[in-house]
Structure formats: C-alpha cells, structure tokens
C-alpha cells in the first residue's frame, strides 16, 4: 500500500477555515501522515535528517497549503532548500526520491476564471506551480496536478466540508492504489477524480 506524507504550511492555522477543514479530514484517513511545518519549527530552523527519513518512508508526498503571492507560504521553500540536498535528492547520485509521487493541494482567494489569460491573474494556477512541477523532475519524481480549491473568500463551511471530504477520498484511493496515471495524465485538477467510479463505491 502506498503511504502519503502530508507536508503542511500554514503560518496562522489558528485563523483559517479551509485549511483547517482540510486538516481534519485529511488525519483521518489511514495511511497518511500529517507533518505540520509551522508547528515543528516555528524558527525555521528544519531538522533535515529527519525531514529526508520521513521522505524515504512514503511513496506519495502532498505539499498542502493555501496559495500565498501565486506560491506557498516560505517555510515550504525553506524546507525544499534545506532537504532536497545535491546528490541525495538530484545529482549524479541524488536518487533517493526517484519514482515518488508529489502534488500540490491548495486552497486560494481566487475564482478559476481569475486564473484564466482573460482573468486578473491571467495564467492558470498549473503555471504557477512550474517551480515545483519542475523541481519534482529534477529530482526523478513524478509531479502529478494540484488539487486546487478556489474562491475560499465566501466559503461556506458546508461547501468547505464538501471540499475536505473529496480531498480525503482522492487520498484514500491513492493509499488504495485505485488511482493509475491513466486517470489523471489528462486532467488540469486532482479535484476531477471525483468522477471515477472507483471513489463513489
Ligand atoms: C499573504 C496572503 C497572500 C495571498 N495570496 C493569494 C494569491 O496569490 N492568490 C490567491 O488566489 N489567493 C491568495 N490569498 C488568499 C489565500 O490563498 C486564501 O485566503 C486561503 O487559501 C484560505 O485558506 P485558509 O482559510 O486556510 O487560510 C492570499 C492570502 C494571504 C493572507
């Protein structure tokens, strides 16, 4: 079975709703493992050792955020600097995370149509995410789409939960292994595996 480490970052956890909520309905499902950035190290100061052992132990890795300046908040920047280091994570003999899979799973203000060329934000959210995606590659892993979460500004909790609980079956098919690449080469979002069969039964 695939194991799923979450890398988490939110600077003020105690103010959100969505990622919050996401949260909650992601510690439960089994076989995922919940690393909270802020909460480990408040100074920045990232025990990389640990962090590469924890790497090594899962197969799919999530970095979970709400979408900060079209990136993520700077401690999931602080912690790709210090972890991924030459010739472990890329380099002639960086392998260690070859064949693993990674995805972004956001939350952000805007609408989709604000991530469209016709939109204030005028490229999509996939572009934006080039450095990760490209950083994944780097390093032989296989970046898969985001799971995205859009207009979260007047989000009601329901439609919030709703989010939370496909959130939660997306990764309870990927520790599962319902989920193949063939279901999800062609799609912008992660969100629309919610169409497969597999996760409504
Ligand atoms: C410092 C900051 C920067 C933000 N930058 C963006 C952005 O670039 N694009 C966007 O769509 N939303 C942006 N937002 C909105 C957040 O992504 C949104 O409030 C968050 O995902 C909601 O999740 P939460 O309730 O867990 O905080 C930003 C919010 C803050 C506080």
Known sequence: MPKILIQFAHPTLSKSSVQKT???????????????LYENYPDLYI????????????????????FYWYSSPPIMKQWLDLVLEYNWAYGPEGNRLAGKKIFNALSCGGSKEAYKDTGYNRFPVNEYLLPFNQTAHLCKMEYLPPFVIHETYSMKQ??????????????????NNEIQQEHYQHIEYLNELHLLSALNS
């Open 47 to 66: 025990d990389v050792k640990k962090e590469q052992q924890l790497l090594l132990q899962h197969d799919i890795i999530v970095l979970q955020h709400p």
């Open 158 to 175: 329901q439609t919030i939960d709703d989010h939370g609980k496909q959130y939660a079956s997306i990764l309870k098919a990927f520790v």
């Open 22 to 36: 996401m949260e909650s309905y992601c510690r439960a499902v089994k076989g995922v493992t919940f690393n909270d």
